[in-house]
């Protein structure tokens, strides 16, 4: 399976991978494409919408660095573990933690149950919103691919 | 070869047999169940609100048991377990199955408490089980005045579901606001008007101690304790739940007001274990799931300690009102009360000590998780209390460089 790797000490907070997380979910639906026409979407990405959200965030950590907070796809993920409708699913094969938003209750047992804060709720309140691995792209993960420090990278654990 | 059988259907159950696969392949796993099918107690409201059908509050796939080679038994009530000969019993002790090892995940039921008539009407139903969704369902088609008894999660979820087929709802609250033990004064006054815009209507502060019945002992008024009478077509009890532990008593394993568990989920006779609400350990979907993960993993003989869970938590998600309360927020003396609040947005934080032991937010409850964490393992956040409503994992931030996971640093 794979998982995003996280080098902090490269990331200088520019918040590219939180752009085109963006650009790769807008519309809420998964967005195919080259990196290219990815950026292409950034000119048109319309901040002021709040269903234009991020799954991944940069935060400050204090001291003139910063912490990307990327969603684990955890061995044990927590999230899936107190799912009440199986919209949540750890995928033995890929190991990536899948999100079914048909199923979804929207009770928000995940938001509680993440110990590292990452699912958030959409502003309908009507579905969750976590990291899907970009799996509508055949390159990867858009965080990936446009983040210019290479502090995160795609690697098989 | 090994015999597996597990009693019940629900987060334990299922998830037990699905781990017991998962471990075991080739040995032969048999759920009994009283449910005839697989639903989420926690979607009842989505089913009784018209919103999705019975195969949309299923939580796992149509074809759970095929595809996993489980054997379902639907629609039986086990009657007893013989734990010397290690048989079950089920159907009028008509039929039996063996088990090498055996799980009770029996549940809970609602509970009614001793008000003349309300035990033996035959329209007052609980909203725990479909069979109750599917009881309420003809009975709201007959007649839409809705009398609830408890404004905790069970109550406000049949609430909205009736609230939104246009039913006259009113809900009987003993203490003074609505969800008593997840919310604050605040929190329970948003959504006690959300309900009420939605046509519901509250009496908080007071119970039923009486009921008026027609020929057929069917409740057509409920009478409060001060004496005013509502009228109503049938009654909804969501006063709280008992853990099912008559089976157990029965079949002379240890239970009192639940099942009595080890840390290994085991149960005072060899072979047999319990997971779920049955054990009064928690009472919340990710305790349930848990503990038939742990039960199924020292069933299938991988040695599990099952760590006591913090019970303390829950969401609520009524009529687009999001709320996290995580912890004690009653537990205030010595403790400090922090609170902030803007016109979207309401948030508490009770510290005690340098720890949180309380929080709740209501609004925008997105990135929240890690509050339960702090809470449960009593982290220590004495130098981020100005901060304390914005606490990210960045706080505590720390990876584990061989397998790229997070840890917490502290």
Aim: with cysteine; proline share 5%.
């Amino acid at each position: 399976m794979k998982r995003i790797f996280i080098d902090p000490a490269k990331c200088d907070g520019c918040k590219s991978c939180t752009l085109a997380c963006m650009a790769s979910h807008q519309d809420m639906t998964p967005r195919r494409g080259t990196l290219e026409e990815l950026r292409q979407v950034l000119y048109t990405l319309d901040l002021t919408d709040p269903t234009v959200q991020s799954r991944n965030r940069i935060v400050s950590d204090g001291k003139g660095g910063y912490s990307p907070l990327f969603c684990r796809h955890c061995d044990v993920p927590d999230c899936a573990g107190a799912c009440m409708s199986g919209a949540l699913q750890k995928n033995l094969e890929t190991g990536l933690v899948e999100y079914s938003a048909d199923k979804c209750a929207a009770c928000y047992m995940c938001v509680m149950s993440c110990r590292y804060g990452v699912p958030a709720v959409t502003p309908d309140r009507e579905r969750m919103i976590k990291c899907d691995f970009c799996q509508h792209l055949e390159e990867g993960p858009a965080c990936v691919r446009s983040c210019p420090k290479k502090a995160i990278e795609v690697r098989e654990v | 070869m090994e015999r597996f059988v597990i009693i019940g259907a629900g987060a334990a159950g299922i998830t037990a047999a699905q781990t017991l696969r998962d471990f075991r392949p080739e040995d032969v796993i048999t759920v009994i169940s009283t449910d005839e099918r697989v639903h989420s107690r926690c979607m009842l409201h989505k089913y009784l609100g018209h919103e999705r059908d019975i195969p949309g509050i299923n939580f796992v796939a149509p074809d759970f048991f095929e595809k996993n080679n489980i054997y379902h038994i639907p629609c039986q009530t086990v009657t007893k377990i013989d734990t010397q000969a290690k048989t079950v019993y089920y159907g009028g002790e008509g039929y039996s199955v063996p088990y090498d090892k055996l799980l009770l995940a029996t549940g809970s039921a609602y509970f009614v408490p001793p008000i003349p008539h309300f035990r033996e009407a035959p329209n007052v139903f609980g909203f725990r089980d479909l069979s109750d969704a599917l009881k309420i369902d003809d009975a709201f088609a007959r007649g839409k005045r809705v009398f609830i008894v408890g404004s905790g999660l069970v109550g406000l979820d049949a609430a909205s579901a009736l609230c939104r087929r246009g039913g006259a709802v009113t809900i009987a609250e003993m203490a003074p606001r609505v969800m008593p033990l997840q919310t604050d004064d605040y929190a329970a006054g948003v959504y006690q008007r959300v309900f009420e815009d939605h046509g519901c209507r509250f009496l908080l502060g007071i119970g039923a101690s009486d009921a008026a019945v027609d020929g057929e002992g069917n409740i057509t008024e409920v009478i409060l304790s001060d004496g005013q009478r509502v009228p109503c077509d049938f009654i909804i009890m969501a006063a709280g739940v008992r853990p099912r532990i008559q089976l157990a008593l029965d079949s002379g394993i240890k239970a009192e007001r639940a099942i009595e568990v080890d840390d290994h989920l085991r149960t005072s006779a060899p072979g047999v274990y319990a997971a779920g609400d049955c054990t009064g350990l928690s009472g919340v979907w990710p305790d349930a799931m848990a503990q038939g993960k742990a039960a199924a993993e020292n069933m299938a003989g991988v040695d599990t300690v099952y760590e006591k869970p913090y019970p303390f938590k829950n969401t609520s998600n009524f009529f687009g009102v999001t709320m996290l309360s995580v912890g004690r927020l009653d537990l205030t003396e010595g403790a400090e009360v922090l609170v902030h609040r803007t016109a979207r947005e309401y948030k508490k934080a009770v510290i005690k000590d340098g720890r949180l032991t309380g929080y709740l937010s209501l609004g925008d409850i997105s990135n929240h998780g890690l509050y339960l964490h702090l809470i449960k393992n009593g982290i220590d956040i004495s130098g981020k209390k100005d901060r304390i409503f914005r606490l990210t994992f960045g706080d505590f931030y720390g990876i584990n460089e061989k397998n790229g996971e997070y840890v917490y640093t502290v």
